[in-house]
């Protein structure tokens, strides 16, 4: 089975929106959306939930404040700041800054830390108007967000191997990061979508030497490339340099705003050069998926 | 006064408002890039003298001639940077979360610390001295934000202004640069992207109970989404950044928000104070 993981470095520049072209252009895919924390694909497809799972992962530090002989030996161990005292001398975790180490657990003398496991979030399996689709909720202020994404490319394969479907196609998260590195471990291989700015252009450059550290193709869309021609032009010189592959440029386009607020991908949105480059674009990538 | 600027959508102009409140403030002002990941806030602020610090974090380092082999430290670890199979075990140092859970835990004493660097802090200075800014970049392949943000964070002082560019999302890396923060702003854009990913941000600092409000960048694109649900949520809109070709132009070459929009920087130089008298609390 190949994969294919839409990423960026930096924020905003369309992945989600390209994903979604992908997604109605391909045939016989499973659907993934790797960005569990801030998920945005399921507005282009409106994806029917059949099957949902609790995400549960890891464990969270609790004091049982009667137990509790407020020796401070946690504190004091607790090498991320998240045990508290209050001004009558009593010890809590402060659950947003515990990593659930369990090192507060163990050093305890009197037992009073409980660690129960942590509820994440949720993970979806759907279906959609073009294929299947495995997507996830991440909760607020949660941990773990790596082990969500690596839970979401999982049940994403499997669906795919018992539905006899031979392509994954994943929407990322920004970054370069914890689920940055869970979405594309592995993959076959990765469009990285930019846009011709100084930001958009550090940000790929830092993804592209990620996709170097882990040995994947890497190529690159330049999305809204006619806002700077020249540094387009730039951009792909140093996609080459990197020892990656441009696939494409993309005009600004407002039709990019009307589809989503219509709920709709691009290329079911509207006609004309912009779906033709999209089209164009999906084509070259299949062909190296071969 | 600590001010966080996040965002849940990336790209929504997070680093364009800090930069901006940044150059408009009327006193020393401190620029944070926690968005480690990808910090882009210099490419605008151009700081110089810059000098550097490694961030570096603890991993176990296994004594083999002592180590018997029991596996304690696996058992233990909640991170699975440590495996064994009946042998002394092998370390994953990019799992590894720092903890000291398996020094403490081994029976036999055969664990120390060795230091690895996980990023770097760029520290200079912008504006003739005025604005400082403090950078966090973690290295390419490293996986753990959090260490590098907390690195950043040291570098603030108490009691003076402090604008801090938050990464996007809601995860981790976001809840280290948030905590601390006495108001945030949430920038966002009118697109039905936009509107979905600040309703997970605003869950987010309200779990967190921060006060905060909204700045809409691009407002004059897209539809009435943002707007509505703030009014509906008695949110307060503190800044409208209009689109402009000029900006997006301006952006691309690493100009500012005041190079395209000159007549917006009297409203980024006053909303530390309206921040402190209140009017913008939720």
């Known amino acids: ?290 | 006064m600590r001010i966080a600027v996040a965002s849940g959508k990336g790209g929504t102009g997070k680093t364009t408002v800090a930069v901006a409140l940044s150059l408009a403030a009327s006193e020393p002002v401190l620029y944070a890039d926690c968005d480690v990941e990808e910090p882009n806030g210099s490419i605008f602020l151009r700081p110089e003298n810059e000098r550097t610090e490694e961030v570096l974090v603890e991993i176990p380092e296994i004594d083999e001639a002592v180590c018997t082999s029991c596996a304690a430290c696996a058992r233990f670890c909640q991170f699975n940077a440590l495996v064994s199979l009946g042998t002394p075990p092998l370390v994953f140092p990019e799992l590894c979360h720092s903890c000291g859970g398996c020094r403490i835990v081994c029976p036999s004493g055969a664990i120390s610390w060795k230091n690895v660097s996980i990023g770097e802090i760029a520290i200079g200075k912008s504006d003739r001295g005025r604005i400082s800014v403090v950078q966090g970049k973690l290295n390419v392949g490293s996986s753990l934000a959090p260490p590098v943000i907390r690195q950043v964070k040291t570098h603030i002082p108490e009691d003076s202004l402090c604008v801090l560019d938050c990464p996007p999302g809601t995860a981790c890396p976001v809840i280290e640069s948030l905590n601390g923060a006495d108001y945030v702003l949430l920038v966002t854009e009118p697109t039905p992207f936009g509107l979905h990913d600040l309703k997970l941000a605003v869950d987010t600092v309200r779990e967190l109970s921060l006060p905060f409000s909204v700045v809409i960048n691009r407002c004059d694109e897209g539809n009435d989404g943002v707007e509505n649900y703030c009014a509906g949520e008695r949110i307060h809109i503190i800044a409208r950044i209009p689109h402009k070709r000029s900006m997006a132009e301006a952006y691309s070459r690493g100009g500012n928000l005041f190079d395209a929009i000159p007549e917006m920087r009297d409203l980024f130089r006053d909303i530390p104070r309206m921040i402190e008298r209140g009017i913008a609390v939720e």
């Open chain 1, 1 to 290: 089975m190949k994969e294919i993981v839409v990423i960026s470095g930096k924020g905003g520049t369309g992945k989600t929106s390209i994903t979604g072209c992908f997604a109605a252009l391909a045939e016989n895919a499973v659907l993934a959306d790797c960005d569990v924390d801030a998920a945005d694909l399921h507005m282009l497809l409106a994806p029917e939930v059949i099957k949902k799972t609790d995400f549960i992962s890891g464990h969270e530090a609790v004091v049982r404040e009667d137990d509790c002989t407020s020796c401070g030996i946690c504190m004091e161990k607790c090498k991320f700041g998240a045990i508290e005292v209050n001004s009558e001398g009593k010890y809590r975790v402060d659950p947003f800054g515990c990593e659930g180490c369990m090192v507060c657990v163990e050093v305890c003398p009197v037992k009073a830390i409980d660690f129960p496991p942590n509820h994440c979030g949720e993970w979806y399996f759907s279906h959609t108007r073009f294929g299947p689709m495995v997507h996830a909720k991440l909760g607020v202020a949660q941990e773990n967000s790596g082990k969500l994404v690596s839970t979401v490319r999982r049940e994403a394969t499997l669906k795919a191997k018992e539905l006899g479907r031979d392509l994954l196609i994943v929407d990322g998260p920004p970054g370069i990061g914890c689920p940055v590195i869970a979405s594309i471990t592995g993959a076959t291989l990765l469009v990285v979508v930019t846009e011709p700015t100084i930001s958009g252009k550090h940000d790929m450059k830092r993804v592209l030497e990620l996709a170097n550290h882990f040995s994947i193709p890497a190529y690159v869309i330049v999305n809204k490339w006619d806002i700077n021609p020249g540094m387009t032009g730039e951009i792909e010189a140093d996609v080459v340099n990197a020892g990656a592959h441009p696939i494409g440029r993309i005009p600004y386009d407002r039709a990019f705003t009307v589809s989503q607020i219509n709920g709709r991908t691009l290329v079911e949105e509207t006609t004309g050069a912009v779906v033709e480059n999209i089209t164009t674009i999906w084509e070259s990538v299949c062909q190296k998926l071969k």
